[in-house]
């Protein structure tokens, strides 16, 4: 079992930042890849981003490549979402999870474990 817990969500002007943490109980966190998803509301969550289990892959949805960064920290159990260049179209409740496949597995939604959310707010 595996609890996922999100942090680092607010609310940001256009243009700015916000950094998104992850923080993954069990021993064996480095095995899954994991990613990000969002909900705005009256819209159907959609993936943002995932990283396999090294840190070295990650793949990213169009609408935040080249704005959006994803790592992960494994002796911390952590993973992030660095999001630079906001924009209001990014407002949404923000979900980690965790897929004992694959980095695939992850964009296509074969998803073992899910935070709890954090919402984002951008103003414009």
């Known amino acids: 079992q595996v609890q996922l817990v999100e942090s680092g969500g607010g609310l940001v002007q256009a243009g700015g930042s916000l950094r998104l943490s992850c923080a993954a109980s069990?021993?064996?966190?480095?095995?899954?890849?994991m990613g990000w998803f969002r909900q705005a509301p009256g819209k159907e969550r959609e993936f943002v981003a995932t990283i396999n289990w090294s840190g070295g892959s990650t793949y990213y949805a169009d609408s935040v490549k080249g704005r959006f960064t994803i790592s992960r920290d494994n002796a911390k159990n952590t993973v992030f979402l660095q999001m630079n260049s906001l924009k209001p179209e990014d407002t949404a409740i923000y979900y980690c999870?965790?897929?004992?496949?694959?980095?695939?597995?992850?964009?296509?939604?074969?998803?073992?474990?899910w935070g709890q959310g954090t919402q984002v707010t951008v103003s414009s």
């Open positions: 069990g021993r064996t966190f480095s095995s899954y890849a």
């Open positions: 999870a965790a897929s004992k496949k694959s980095p695939l597995a992850v964009v296509t939604g074969l998803i073992d474990y």
